[in-house]
């Protein structure tokens, strides 16, 4: 396989670090000019990578095509380049829907949406895979989780949850700051919340096919302190937001 990348910023890089720790056996990786200093840190860091000097280049040298950019930059230069039938092309772009990506980049048709997440350099999270491909899914099935699907609705519906990820962390951060206001040194903080963060997700891990409700019970005391905090926070509307929230995302997501 010859692997090109249009666009190399953070999922880029992430999922870069991904297959060369996964050992994946590839040809060649072959890297846009843009940006720069990303692309020279991976040619620096492994051998298999070449940085070409424009994006028509990576796709002459590619037989898969990974679009990496933003949709903004999607739509001004995707339809300028000259693109081919045989090319398999993982669009990682999250507003850029298949139907919309085939109209412009044609003749080529075999376009799969792919969600990885920066945990995919651990070789480590899910990854949507919209529509479902032996090929493309033995690929992603050594960096982490697949989750494929020919339902192209249950496809946007997932990709409303890999929004949640800055939220998550700043739940872990606001805990963080409230310890270290409290004087409590900031990497003994982390380490205790890491500790309690892992732990409540590998219990989430072992337990996904119980009901979560029971799960959450089974995690507060009557009259206790998380029966309490979970009290406070419902009181205060953080989960019915959230819920309104994921629905304003999906919208987003939908309308592309
Ligand atoms: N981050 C995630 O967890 C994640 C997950 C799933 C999907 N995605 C999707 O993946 C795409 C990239 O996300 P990202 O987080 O990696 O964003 P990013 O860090 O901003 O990466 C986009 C890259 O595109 C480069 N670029 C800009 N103009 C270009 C051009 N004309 N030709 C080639 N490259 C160009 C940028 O270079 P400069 O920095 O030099 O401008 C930048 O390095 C987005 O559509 C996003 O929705 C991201």
Not at 149 to 169: G, H, I, P
Not at 183 to 210: P, Q
Request: aromatic share 10%.
């Amino acid at each position: 396989m010859k692997l090109g990348f249009v666009g190399v910023g953070r999922i880029a890089t992430s999922i870069i670090e991904g297959i060369f720790k996964a050992k994946i056996n590839i040809k060649e990786i072959i890297l846009s000019p843009k940006n720069n200093t990303n692309s020279k840190l991976l040619k620096k860091k492994f051998k298999k990578i070449i940085i070409a000097k424009s994006n028509q280049e990576v796709l002459n040298k590619s037989n898969w095509v990974v679009l990496s950019i933003t949709p903004k930059v999607g739509r001004q230069i995707l339809k300028k380049l000259k693109f081919n039938e045989n090319h398999i092309i993982l669009n990682f772009i999250s507003t850029i829907h298949n139907s919309e990506l085939k109209r412009i980049i044609f003749p080529a048709k075999k376009v799969f949406k792919v969600a990885p997440l920066p945990m995919i350099k651990y070789n480590l999270g899910p990854i949507i895979i919209y529509p479902k491909n032996k090929s493309v899914e033995k690929f992603f099935s050594h960096l982490g989780e697949v989750f494929s699907t020919n339902d192209e609705k249950e496809n946007k519906k997932l990709w409303v949850m890999t929004s949640f990820m800055a939220t998550y962390l700043e739940i872990f951060n606001t805990a963080v700051k409230w310890l270290q206001n409290k004087n409590i040194n900031k990497m003994r903080s982390i380490k205790y919340l890491s500790n309690l963060f892992k732990g409540l997700n590998h219990e989430l891990s072992v337990n996904y096919k119980l009901n979560n409700d029971k799960l959450i019970k089974d995690f507060q005391t009557k009259g206790g302190i998380n029966e309490e905090l979970l009290l406070r926070v419902k009181k205060l509307g953080v989960f019915k937001n959230l819920n309104k929230s994921f629905e304003k995302i999906y919208f987003r997501i939908k309308k592309n």
